[in-house]
């Protein structure tokens, strides 16, 4: 197969575009500063706090739509050992965001916290915090690599283009325009890209369903053809595992700094509220190619097209299959189309997590451990090498796996077993303190180490009730085990957090002995008043005249 150089033609466009948009909006970015007197890492990282409502919308649904989540949904859909209902990206998403806007943002917005990890850094001091963000910068970094997989394999089979060169060129154009405005050119990049990917992948549908290699989807659901029928069944054995899988997903998403970027920089806590809700609702719909996309290839006989025999599956080539499908069963014009759904999804999803990653660095290690004088140009530095460096760290993984869904389960699974508990504990109970918070962060660690990973290859240590031999022939734990873990390590935030205090506050032992201070502790408040942005013109007249923020 020869370089598709129309289809390259498009790719180059399609990069200029959005490149050009993040210029645009790193100029506006660059406005901003000047009108504003307050923290200018503050306007990089949460646009002042005063995003636009269809700005914020766009960008926060964008976020979640990326790579992973077009890809790993077809993915699901097709390999006939799943099935679409596993596919459960859109659905658990739903409850992400409702229970991000009803509960999650409103204590985030309140204390004025410019990231995720402010209250852990205010209550349990620097040295536990900063072992905290070590697994949300990890997932942040699995994030990026599991998004340029899944660009990376979609041109190569699409474009032929080199596996190499696509994820290098992706990556660049990526780092640059987030470097250039932060949070502006990400959010105003993700209106463009969102838009891109409803459109193209609602284009490519018609072709798929009509296209005469395939079977019509409607008789394959439930009915055994060329594979298991693509629906897919959860046995009663498996439901513990679905039922793992769905928590993952749904409640893994509310320990992302990207989720709370887009929850502080709403200019009110209403505005936080509509944008996650309307977001839920844009997931459901973006979900509905990819899962025809899937059903298509299941109900395809691929030994009638160019493609041939063996099928993908039998390839090893599941994870490809939405580009695969493209490729031979749609007109050359119509996989193009799809590949810059696919590249849109991309970007739009890797700018968030370096966005993400940049700020927890910047603002929780450097200024608030390393260098607490830094001026604002100082931390304008500080975060372009961040994004840098998490840009070529997530870049070297992608070489390492190609299968989207290991980046996509691993990235979630240490957001939910190990800072959801956490994140709960610190935004909803005053108990908690640095004593409960370490034995739950280990025990969390420990717990889910020794459970084993079929997908990295780690056996299991411990093994919960109903662990065996999956169909693919590797031990797999299908009691819902990950959740078993998440709510161990929240119990025991709990319970040693009440014990401790007792133990120092009835002075059953020395308070010298106390290295949390937790007699000291007082709740945690929000950035003081001169670190708060002037730019906020409409939070509540009550916080006004307690704050008396000079105006923009």
């Known amino acids: 197969m020869a370089l598709n150089v129309p289809g390259l033609a498009v790719m180059a466009v399609f990069y200029l575009v959005i ?9 506006r970015s660059k406005k901003e500063e000047k009108k504003c007197t307050g923290d200018g890492m503050e306007i990089t990282l949460l646009a002042g706090r005063k995003i636009n409502l269809l700005v914020g919308i766009f960008t926060l649904t964008a976020t979640w739509v990326g790579g992973g989540f077009i890809l790993g949904i077809a993915e699901a859909t097709y390999n006939p050992t799943m099935g679409a209902v596993w596919a459960l990206m859109p659905v658990p998403y739903v409850l992400t965001f409702f229970l991000g806007g009803f509960f999650f943002a409103k204590p985030m917005r309140e204390n004025k916290y410019v990231t995720m990890m402010d209250p852990f850094q205010q209550k349990y001091g620097n040295f536990l915090s900063s072992a905290l963000i070590f697994p949300a910068l990890v997932a ?19 474009l032929d283009l080199s596996y190499i060169y696509s994820i290098i060129i992706s990556s660049v154009v990526a780092i640059i325009y987030t470097l250039l405005g932060g949070l502006y ?14 459109v193209s992948l609602w284009v490519c549908v018609p072709f798929l369903l009509t296209n005469p290699h395939s079977v019509d989807i409607a008789l394959t659901a439930y009915n055994e053809t060329f594979q298991a029928p693509w629906v897919g069944t959860v046995e009663l054995e498996e439901a513990g595992k679905w039922f793992d899988d769905f928590m993952l997903l749904a409640l893994g998403g509310l320990a992302y700094q990207a989720f709370y970027q887009r929850i502080l920089s709403a200019s009110s806590y209403t505005q936080a509220q509509v944008t996650c809700f309307a977001s839920s609702a844009f997931c459901l719909v973006l979900g509905i190619p990819s899962v025809l996309i899937g059903a298509v290839a299941a109900s395809t006989d691929w030994n009638s097209t160019a493609y041939g025999l063996p099928t993908p599956y039998e390839r090893d080539q599941a994870g490809s299959i939405l580009p695969i499908a493209l490729q031979f069963l749609t007109p050359p014009y119509v996989s193009v189309i799809g590949i810059g759904a696919v590249a849109a999804a991309v970007m739009s999803s890797m700018d968030s ?30 975060i372009r090498i961040s994004v840098v460096v998490v840009g070529l760290a997530g870049t070297a993984l992608t070489f390492l796996d190609s299968s989207v869904l290991v980046f996509w389960l691993v990235g979630v699974d240490m957001s939910y077993t190990i800072m959801f508990p956490q994140l709960v504990c610190i935004l909803f109970f005053k108990v908690s303190n640095g004593y409960g918070a370490t034995v739950g962060y280990m025990m969390g660690i420990i717990m889910r180490v020794l459970s084993g990973e079929p997908l990295i ?23 819902p085990f990950r959740t078993a873990i998440m709510l161990i390590s929240l119990a025991s935030i709990l319970l040693f957090s009440w014990l401790t205090s007792i133990i120092f506050n009835k002075g059953l032992l020395s308070e010298r002995w106390d290295v949390f201070k937790i007699k000291r502790k007082q709740k945690p408040t929000g950035r003081s008043a001169g670190e708060k942005s002037n730019c906020d013109h409409n939070e509540s007249a009550a916080s006004k005249q307690l704050l008396d923020t000079t105006s923009c």
Request: with cysteine; hydrophobic share 50%.
């Open 185 to 198: 050119s990400v959010a105003y990049t993700d209106v463009i890209q969102l838009i891109l990917i409803f």
């Open 19 to 27: 490149l050009g948009t993040g210029i645009w909006a790193s100029m």
């Open 140 to 158: 942040d970094v699995l994030w990026v690599a599991r998004t340029l997989v899944s660009l990376g394999g979609t041109m190569a089979v699409i």
């Open 457 to 479: 290859g780690l056996p299991p240590a411990i093994r919960f009730p109903g662990c065996r031999l999956d169909d693919e022939g590797k031990l797999t734990q299908f009691f």
């Open 353 to 382: 997590a370096l966005l993400s990653s940049a700020s927890l660095f910047s603002s929780n290690i450097y200024k608030n451990i390393i260098r607490k004088q830094a001026s604002d140009r100082e931390m304008q530095w500080v």
